[in-house]
C-alpha cells in the first residue's frame, strides 16, 4: 500500500522547480535522504526535475519511516522563509487534496490517509 498519494509526489518535484538546487539537496539531507538512482526515461529535464525525482526515488512509499521522512521535507519546504506565500499555499492545497490533515501551515498522515493505526 501506498501511504503517499502519487499526485502529491509528482506535484511535490513540479514545486521544487521553484527552489534552487542547494535548497533540494538541504530539505532532503535533512530528513537523512540520499539521492537515488532514476531510470534514464524518467530524466524529463532540467536540474530540479532530475535531483527532485532522484530524491523521490529514494523513498518508499509504501514504508510508513520513509512516508514520515517524506512528510517532514514538505513541512521543512513549508517553513522555510524564501518560500513565497503563494507557493506555501499551493503546497497545503495538495496536502489537502489529498486528505494529509494540515495543522498551523504543516501536513501530518490522518485515518482517511489510509495509514493502519
Known amino acids: 500500500m501506498k501511504f503517499i498519494p502519487l499526485l502529491i509526489r509528482l506535484e ?7 527552489l534552487v538546487l542547494r535548497h533540494i539537496d538541504d530539505t532532503f539531507r535533512r530528513i537523512d535522504t540520499k539521492s537515488g538512482t532514476i531510470q534514464q526515461d524518467l530524466i524529463i529535464g532540467g536540474e530540479q526535475h532530475t535531483r527532485a525525482e532522484e530524491y523521490r526515488a ?3 512509499s509504501s514504508n510508513h519511516v520513509d512516508t514520515e521522512r517524506f512528510l517532514t521535507s514538505i513541512r521543512l519546504v513549508l517553513s522555510q522563509s524564501n518560500i513565497s506565500h503563494e507557493n506555501k499555499d499551493f503546497l497545503l492545497g495538495l496536502c489537502k487534496k489529498v486528505r494529509l490533515l494540515t495543522v498551523i501551515k504543516t501536513c501530518f498522515l490522518t485515518k482517511q490517509s489510509g495509514l493502519p493505526h
Do not use: A, K, Q
Open 12 to 18: 511535490f518535484r513540479e514545486f521544487c522547480l521553484g
Open 58 to 60: 529514494s523513498v518508499d
